[in-house]
């Protein structure tokens, strides 16, 4: 049997996902991770985006707000501070938070402030590309 990476996404909230694959692309903080079975160790931080799960040629996409990627040779382990499946994205919720994150931007804020505005920011956009990318994928 072909070697299997066994995956598990997981946030405060609960698991999102466990299950087999053989190949799983995550967004490091440093840029985009492809991770194949027996990749080498590492710990990295996540950046707001998606994370695809292939497996036996399907595919499985999930938003992942930002956390921790622990990779060993056969576990994948994403730790989100938020996470949720493709089909779960609200999107209209995803272009309030965006416009909310953009207007709030154009005030004067602390550095505090501007710096979650901007983090909100990135998430709402992350949010609606992984939308849009599952609504091309249907059609
Ligand atoms: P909002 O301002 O709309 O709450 P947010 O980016 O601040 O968005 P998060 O902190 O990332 O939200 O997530 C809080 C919870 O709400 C998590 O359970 C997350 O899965 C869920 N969530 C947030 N936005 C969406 C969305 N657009 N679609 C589906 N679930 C969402």
Same mark, same amino acid.
């Given at each position: 049997?072909?070697?299997?990476?066994?995956?598990?996404?997981?946030?405060?909230?609960?698991?999102?996902?466990? %299950?087999?694959?053989?190949?799983?692309?995550?967004? %490091?903080?440093?840029?985009?991770? %492809?991770?194949?079975?027996?990749?080498? @160790?590492?710990?990295? @931080?996540?950046? @707001? %985006?998606?994370?695809?799960? *292939?497996?036996?040629?399907?595919?499985?996409?999930?938003?992942?707000?930002?956390?921790?990627?622990?990779?060993? @040779?056969?576990?994948?382990?994403?730790?989100?501070?938020?996470?949720?499946?493709?089909?779960?994205?609200?999107?209209?919720?995803?272009?309030?938070?965006?416009?909310?994150?953009?207007?709030?931007?154009?005030?004067?804020?602390?550095?505090?402030?501007?710096?979650?505005?901007?983090?909100?920011?990135?998430?709402?956009?992350?949010?609606?590309?992984?939308?849009?990318?599952?609504? *091309?994928? *249907?059609?």
């Amino acid at each position: 049997m072909a070697d299997k990476l066994h995956v598990d996404i997981v946030t405060v909230e609960g698991r999102r996902y466990k %299950g087999d694959a053989d190949f799983v692309v995550a967004p %490091g903080s440093e840029g985009e991770l %492809g991770v194949l079975p027996r990749h080498i @160790p590492l710990l990295t @931080p996540l950046a @707001p %985006g998606s994370v695809k799960v *292939r497996n036996d040629g399907e595919e499985q996409f999930f938003f992942v707000s930002g956390g921790f990627l622990e990779v060993r @040779p056969d576990q994948v382990t994403v730790l989100a501070d938020s996470a949720e499946r493709a089909d779960d994205i609200d999107e209209a919720r995803a272009e309030e938070a965006r416009r909310r994150a953009e207007s709030l931007l154009q005030q004067k804020l602390s550095d505090a402030d501007q710096a979650a505005a901007t983090t909100a920011l990135a998430r709402a956009e992350a949010r609606l590309r992984l939308a849009e990318l599952r609504r *091309r994928r *249907r059609v």
